[in-house]
Nanobody
Framework: VQLQASGGGLVQTGGSLRLSCVAS????????MGWYRQAPGKQRELVAT???????TYADSVKGRFTISKDNAKNTVYLQMNSTKPEDTAVYYC???????????WGQGTQVTVSS
């Protein structure tokens, strides 16, 4: 599976961005897809995930501000980022967990910079 992430850019504090991740195959029966991020000098961390059934989970730091969603017909997962903060600045990576607990794929990452 190839994952192509896009939508990153520069946004002011409090602004919005929508990231997209297009998969090279159907995502309908992929166990889980998610967004992770990695800031300079920090470890990669989970941002949000969505299961094949549509169940979502979020990191505490983004709850109430970010929304993950998917469009199975377009093989695409989205991350709507609202009320952004400078600490959201990072490279955002799309992830696909094909089967529960195994077989993972990563996209190439898209830079998000939130200016203060």
């Amino acid at each position: 599976v190839q994952l192509q992430a896009s939508g990153g850019g520069l946004v002011q504090t409090g602004g919005s961005l929508r990231l997209s991740c297009v998969a090279s195959r159907s995502i309908f029966n992929i166990n889980s897809m998610g967004w992770y991020r990695q800031a300079p000098g920090k470890q990669r961390e989970l941002v949000a995930t969505i299961t094949s059934a549509g169940k979502t989970t979020y990191a505490d730091s983004v709850k109430g501000r970010f929304t993950i969603s998917k469009d199975n017909a377009k093989n695409t997962v989205y991350l709507q980022m609202n009320s952004t903060k400078p600490e959201d600045t990072a490279v955002y990576y799309c992830n696909a967990e094909i089967f529960a607990g195994r077989l993972y794929y990563w996209g190439q990452g898209t830079q998000v910079t939130v200016s203060s």
